[in-house]
């Protein structure tokens, strides 16, 4: 049956188009430096935010309209990929993700659990086999269940780790069973509320053997997906051991994981941690572990993760900047963990929302790359840091130098001249690029 009967494919029309079940600026087939919009953004649909998300939050029961939702059990898990493939080809995506529990229900036991998982995912494969949509990741919920209260790989519980290996191990077989690119480790409860009942050195050891046997059956079984790790602060523990980035790397180094994972960065995440989004995918990039996105955006008037579909052009713009100076994401893609508002309650509003967010990242991309190709940022920068490329900067930069000789240097100094770092300046220019390209 059709879900979506009165949406055809969406295509392409142009900044001047009215229709707001067009694409403006998203151009699959329209090439930037060489490659097609869709080559380089690779975005995704979430399965969980656009298909099993009901509207409902603290103050509020669930309120979306979707026509699958009259049906229960594996019935409506069936439902929902006939739903999601629909979806995907009328929106013209090339990946989707997904949690274990996102499509297929938990059973009474872990058995039943593997059994109603079996028979979608078979379903999933048949749909693939004639859908250009892959799976761009799969992973396992381990935070919505009771059983996880204390955590999963850093649980307190032995047996929780262990039901947790088992999730992880299923999923690594389903990732490899469906060709997922990548495989991401989504900590929701990996953290601690207070150190006063807390081992802290226990669980981020367990939370080093949980990786690492992770690596070793995905070599057993012959699946060479990209692991990714997800930062995220707040969420929902008070102190998460992925906090950002810069911790996430840390703990990898720690433990000897750093060849072995890469990031996936989300923007309302990088907000919560009190960064920007760019910043994150910064950092990874210039420490060559920036593996995939979850293109969203939060609420900075909220503390919480709103995951709203990405509508911020300058932001989009920043962050494709990263991505592009990165060499693009490689095995990863731009993954819309976002979900469309309460008041958004209508089945055709998940068309809109992802129009939005493809357009946003359209346009970032676009703009980005122009920045790029006229050196307006890169070549700034040179000029700013120009006194480490000879003299007394160039020694520092080559270790050719000491404390002594730095204290004879300064003693000879008069006074410093510094240059303006010209922020606002170039806020404008950025401004003026994103206009240009937006009117062009």
């Given at each position: ?241 992925d906090f950002d980035v810069a911790t996430g790397l840390a703990f990898l ?188």
């Amino acid at each position: 049956m059709a879900y979506f009967e009165n949406i055809n494919r969406i295509t392409y029309e142009g900044h001047t188009s009215t229709n707001p079940l067009a694409f403006k600026y998203y151009n699959p087939e329209e090439k930037v430096a060489g490659k097609t919009m869709e080559e380089i953004l690779r975005f995704g649909v979430a399965y969980w935010h656009t298909f099993t998300m009901d509207g409902s939050d603290p103050f509020g029961s669930g309120n979306m309209i979707r026509s699958w939702d009259k049906f229960k059990g594996m019935d409506l898990a069936k439902a929902r990929v006939e739903a999601g493939f629909e979806f995907f080809e009328k929106l013209n995506v090339p990946f989707f993700c997904f949690h274990d529990v996102d499509i297929a229900p938990e059973g009474a036991d872990l058995r039943e659990s593997y059994r109603n998982l079996d028979e979608i995912v078979a379903m999933i494969k048949d749909y693939m086999q004639t859908s250009k949509t892959k799976l761009l990741w799969n992973t396992a919920n381990m935070f919505s269940h009771p059983r996880f209260v204390h955590g999963a790989a850093t649980a307190v519980n032995a047996d929780v780790f262990a039901y947790s290996a088992a999730k992880v191990k299923k999923g690594l077989e389903v990732a490899k069973e469906l060709g997922a690119e990548n495989y991401v480790f989504w900590g929701g409860r990996e953290g601690y509320e207070t150190l006063l009942n807390t081992n802290m050195k226990l669980e981020l050891d367990n939370l080093g053997r949980f990786f690492h046997m992770a690596v070793d059956y995905a070599k057993e079984i012959g699946y060479d997906g990209q692991f990714l790790i997800e930062p995220k602060p707040k969420e929902p523990s008070k102190h998460q051991y992925d906090f950002d980035v810069a911790t996430g790397l840390a703990f990898l180094q720690s433990y000897d994981l750093q060849d072995y994972f890469k990031f996936n960065i989300e923007a309302n995440h990088a907000t919560l941690a009190g960064h920007t989004f760019e910043h994150e995918l910064h950092y990874a990039r210039i420490n060559g572990m920036l593996g995939s996105v979850d293109a969203n955006q939060g609420d900075t008037l909220l503390g919480w993760d709103t995951d709203e579909f990405p509508t911020d052009l300058y932001a989009t713009t920043l962050a494709m900047y990263e991505i592009l100076k990165n060499g693009g994401l490689g095995r990863g893609g731009l993954n819309f963990d976002a979900k469309v508002r309460r008041g958004s309650f209508e089945q055709e509003d998940l068309f809109h929302a992802h129009i939005a967010g493809m357009d946003s990242f359209a346009v970032g991309l676009k703009v980005a790359q122009k920045l790029i190709d006229d050196n307006v940022l890169d070549g700034f920068i040179e000029t700013r840091y120009d006194s480490y490329n000879h003299g007394i900067g160039k020694e520092i930069v080559e270790g050719k130098t000491n404390f002594q000789e730095l204290e004879e240097y300064a003693l000879q100094l008069g006074e410093i001249q510094n240059t303006s770092g010209r922020a606002e300046r170039l806020r404008a220019t950025i401004n003026q690029y994103l206009l240009s390209v937006t009117f062009a």
